[in-house]
């Protein structure tokens, strides 16, 4: 191994200035996570501050992660939007138990995040997918993940067809019925600052 990785760390600050229970904002997780999130937004070295980690796993137990990014948030959860034919939708019809982590570096502030996961309403898919930029919409509509294809050609012909239907002012592309939705109903939330963690359980 030509990179020492056993030495690898960062002085983090001293003890007079870790995050402490009285730096709390809210002492309920919503309103907490409400706090740091838009500190993080509020940071140009974060670029995608709403990236968070998902972490799924078979009814057998096997995890995987990815990941997503957040699209809305909340006192009824943390909501995603995906395919439905990924992995990570099988997974989580086979076991809606799920947890998701944000990372903001230059805060040294991670959240944890515990809970089941449901399906939005097809409402509310259809909603944010035309709220999304129409080349967005088409890449959505062409891509099947986690599905073998022969080739990236596939997907370029695929996308090439629906653009000229849809690249036209007033034509609405059709929301795909395999894209859609998520909420993560969180049952513990975490928030870790440096060496100091405080862990809101949900009731």
């Not at 997907?155 to 993560?184: A, D, H, N, Q």
Request: overall charge neutral; some cysteine.
């Amino acid at each position: 191994m030509s990179i020492d990785i056993g030495g690898m760390r960062i002085k983090y600050k001293d003890k007079d200035e870790t995050f402490l229970e009285k730096h709390l904002v809210s002492k309920e997780p919503f309103g907490q996570f409400d706090a740091w999130f838009k500190e993080a937004c509020s940071k140009k070295e974060i670029l995608e501050p709403n990236a968070m980690c998902l972490a799924t796993a078979t009814k057998n137990g096997y995890p995987s992660a990815r990941f997503v990014l957040c699209k809305g948030y909340g006192k009824e959860g943390f909501k995603f939007f995906t395919n439905y034919g990924s992995r990570k939708a099988q997974e989580m019809a086979e076991n809606p138990n799920v947890a998701a982590t944000f990372y903001w570096e230059i805060l040294n502030r991670s959240i944890r995040i515990e809970g089941c996961v449901e399906k939005l309403s097809e409402e509310e898919s259809t909603k944010y997918f035309h709220s999304r930029p129409v080349p967005s919409q088409i890449a959505a509509a062409t891509s099947y993940q986690s599905s073998p294809i022969e080739s990236r050609d596939i997907l370029c012909e695929r996308e090439s067809v629906l653009e000229k239907e849809y690249l036209i002012p007033e034509k609405e592309v059709p929301k795909p019925k395999f894209w859609g939705g998520y909420i993560i109903r969180p049952t513990s939330v975490e928030f870790l600052a440096r060496t100091k963690r405080s862990t809101s359980m949900i009731e």
